[in-house]
């Protein structure tokens, strides 16, 4: 009876709506998720969020265009691969390519819109639903750990933690996902200065479209810059921001 009480409460949870984060938490959530991406040494560890971020926008848009999913696979070094079968040119290869460096914005861009709205436990559960689908079109050992750990740490705090964490881990989410989406196109970019990255996905659209690859790396750019702007208008009035620097 405890358990169907507990569902039950979950439930409601989810399809209800949570007290917001005040503007200084969530500009303290953004801070939080600025130090992972930014600091080197917790960059090697939430990189891997990104790639599972990357990897899922190539395999559900692969679907939605009418491919046929493969497989995915992570590896240790934080990159990864998706394997989809259908027609090698076209409309639908060009959006399975490009869908893996917009997949962060877009998706951090929804949570934001579920944040400012109120939907927490939702969000939360969406991120855990989304991750459980993944795992099943995982093709190696170290994916399938990435993703259960991942999902594991959000089950955690969706179940067990009260409103308050969950709403800090939630805005810590959302805000991470809209920074780290820069961060793989200047690494990106370094690599292809380089001649190490002649197979990436912009190399691959490039081929495809006849597009330059620069454009698509700048392309992407100017996406996640759009939604971090539109994303913090969203969460974030203007007033609030230059108390935060001011002060006061």
């Not at 169907?4 to 984060?21: I, K, M, S, Y």
């Not at 938490?25 to 930014?38: E, F």
């Not at 080197?40 to 969020?49: D, G, M, N, S």
């Not at 955690?156 to 996902?177: K, M, N």
Request: hydrophobic share 60%; with cysteine; glycine share 8%.
């Amino acid at each position: 009876m405890a358990a169907a009480d507990d569902l039950g409460q979950v439930w409601q949870d989810v399809l209800g709506t949570q007290p917001r984060l005040s503007d200084t938490a969530l500009l303290a959530c953004a801070a939080v998720a600025l130090v992972a991406v930014w600091v080197r040494r917790a960059w090697r560890v939430t990189r891997q969020v990104v790639t599972i971020a990357h990897e899922g926008g190539h395999a559900l848009v692969a679907l939605l265009v009418g491919r046929r999913l493969a497989g995915i696979r992570l590896h240790s070094d934080t990159s990864g691969v998706t394997v989809s079968r259908g027609r090698p040119t076209g409309p639908g290869m060009v959006a399975t390519a490009a869908a893996g460096y917009l997949a962060p914005s877009v998706l951090g861009l929804v949570y934001a819109a579920m944040l400012a709205a109120g939907r927490i436990t939702a969000l939360l559960w969406l991120s855990v639903a989304l991750l459980a689908v993944m795992l099943v079109a995982i093709r190696n050992a170290y994916g399938v750990v990435a993703v259960l750990v991942t999902g594991l740490g959000l089950f955690v705090v969706s179940w067990y933690a009260p409103a308050r964490p969950q709403a800090l881990v939630a805005g810590a989410f959302t805000w991470f996902l809209l920074l780290a989406a820069f961060r793989p196109l200047a690494e990106l970019q370094r690599k292809r200065a380089t001649g190490r990255a002649r197979d990436s996905d912009v190399d691959q659209l490039a081929r495809l479209t006849r597009v330059p690859a620069g454009m698509w790396v700048a392309t992407f750019a100017l996406v996640a810059a759009g939604a971090l702007a539109l994303a913090a208008t969203w969460l974030l009035p203007l007033a609030s921001v230059r108390a935060f620097a001011t002060g006061g």
